[in-house]
């Protein structure tokens, strides 16, 4: 047997990007120091290094964000669609043109590797400006009644797992809808929101349109409670999507809720092996699995179980983790201690309890917040691994003999966000699709995303729809 060839380094260039040693806040069309001077500092989960210092935003400096928008909703909710069109097709012709300087900088600061910011993330955020852009000027074609109208300010929260694609989900159906927003980024990686702050000046997007307020959960709450806000719109965890429910109960604001998931990935017997392992390593190590709709429980028929585990181990063996700026990397940095420590702390748990855990033999880098990719077999449903979301590179690995013990294992969860079919027969996807309670059910793929395709949830994983037509419902008075 020849050996295997080794891959050179291939480092995509940190010089495309200029990171400044500190960042405002963006209100009004300008930066603005927090009005306490407070800041915080945003580092690298590659290397632990310190990128910038970015303003921590007071509940004064929300107030301020929140009126400005509210000054600017009067005269941009009255634009005609096709004119707040052309302000969205500018700022996805931008997002284009600068796709490379973005996706180096979403790298740095999120610990992605490059080749999925650069040939997932970006070009998914410009197609939603430029989706989102098609429709402000056909709102009366869009089922909601002849004469929508916008909400008005919208307070919008946004994570650390995909920071600038989820800022395009949230503000791309807002503006185009009429409303202004308020924009929260995560803590931990607040630079591609402020970058995109800078976008909307180079769009000529009037003043107070967008703005962006940086800090942790405690500015985020102040967003939301804000009484300002007509409209918010949160991705995250299950447990604040809950916190931020009861906010708003007994309030006139609308809101939206994407939270938690724990999908399950389901491989028939008669599933092509080879590919359903590419989908499974995509739908679980994709992001390093810091994904809300990752395919985190495996469910394998029994008679195929030990053949693909087999070619599943092959395939996790040849995954790349690394430098998340090496365009041969696979498997970037987790996102932060605090994450690195959660997703230890449940594999550990899963061993405990009984599941036998298997990992490649993989060099970690010697900084940095790393996981090798990692895979539990004997995994019951009464294990934490099958129940808790992770939010890790983790997989779990259950079996089943029938479709219906198949529906019954996938839909015992709180959660209700995705899942993922793998036959060869179009009858059983159309059976399963119709059995599993889930919001996305993908057939023979995982983790594909398109504009016109709404996302969301049921149960714990939250209510009300992302992207396509339905996307626009959340940011009309209907």
Request: aromatic residues 8%; hydrophobic residues 40%.
């Amino acid at each position: 047997m020849s050996p295997a060839f080794d891959y050179a380094p291939a480092p995509e260039s940190r010089a495309v990007v200029d990171i400044a040693p500190s960042y405002g806040l963006f209100i009004d069309g300008e930066f603005t120091e927090a009005s306490d001077g407070k800041v915080f500092k945003t580092v690298s989960p590659s290397s632990e290094e310190v990128l910038s210092e970015v303003a921590r935003a007071s509940s004064e400096d929300v107030d301020r964000a929140v009126r400005a928008a509210r000054t600017a909703f009067a005269s941009w909710s009255a634009l005609p669609g096709a004119e707040r069109a052309k302000y969205l097709f500018r700022i996805a012709r931008i997002v284009q043109e600068r796709s490379r300087e973005l996706a180096v900088l979403e790298s740095l600061d999120n610990g992605k590797p490059i080749r999925e910011s650069r040939d997932a993330d970006l070009p998914l955020v410009a197609a939603h400006f430029f989706y989102y852009a098609g429709w402000a000027d056909k709102l009366s074609y869009a089922g909601y009644g002849a004469d929508p109208r916008p909400l008005g300010v919208a307070g919008q929260v946004i994570p650390w797992n995909f920071p600038l694609l989820m800022l395009a989900w949230k503000i791309a159906p807002a503006l185009a809808a009429g409303n202004t927003v308020v924009l929260k980024p995560a803590e931990t990686t607040p630079l591609s929101a402020l970058f995109f702050a800078d976008i909307c000046r180079q769009a000529g997007l009037p003043k107070g349109v967008v703005n962006i307020v940086t800090g942790d959960g405690s500015t985020g709450a102040e967003l939301v409670a804000h009484d300002g806000i007509d409209k918010v719109a949160f991705t995250g965890s299950t447990e604040v999507g809950k916190a931020i429910a009861r906010t708003v109960a007994g309030t006139r604001k609308k809101v939206t809720l994407e939270l938690g998931g724990k999908a399950a990935n389901i491989v028939f017997d008669d599933a092509p092996i080879d590919q359903a392992v590419e989908g499974i390593v995509n739908g679980i190590f994709f992001n390093q699995g810091h994904v809300c709709c990752a395919g985190s429980r495996l469910l394998v028929q029994e008679s195929v179980a030990d053949e693909l585990l087999d070619a599943l181990r092959r395939r996790m063996s040849t995954l790349r983790v690394g430098d998340p700026l090496d365009k041969n990397t696979d498997i970037g940095a987790i996102n932060s201690a605090e994450q690195l420590a959660r997703i230890r702390s449940l594999a550990d748990a899963g061993e405990a309890e009984g599941a036998e855990r298997w990992a490649p033999a993989c060099e970690l880098p010697s900084s940095g917040y790393w996981f090798a990719p990692t895979l539990f077999t004997g995994v019951t449903q009464a294990h934490r691994i099958a129940r808790e979301e992770i939010f890790g590179p983790v997989l779990s690995v259950l079996t089943f003999r029938t479709p219906a013990e198949a529906v019954e294992k996938a839909n015992n969860t709180p959660y209700g966000l995705s899942a993922g079919i793998w036959t060869e027969k179009g009858s059983r996807i159309l059976w399963m699709a119709d059995q599993l309670r889930a919001g996305i059910v993908w057939a023979n793929t995982f983790n594909k995303f398109d504009p016109a395709s709404p996302f969301g949830g049921y149960k714990e994983s939250g209510y009300g729809r992302e992207g396509g037509r339905h996307g626009l419902e959340a940011y009309l008075n209907v």
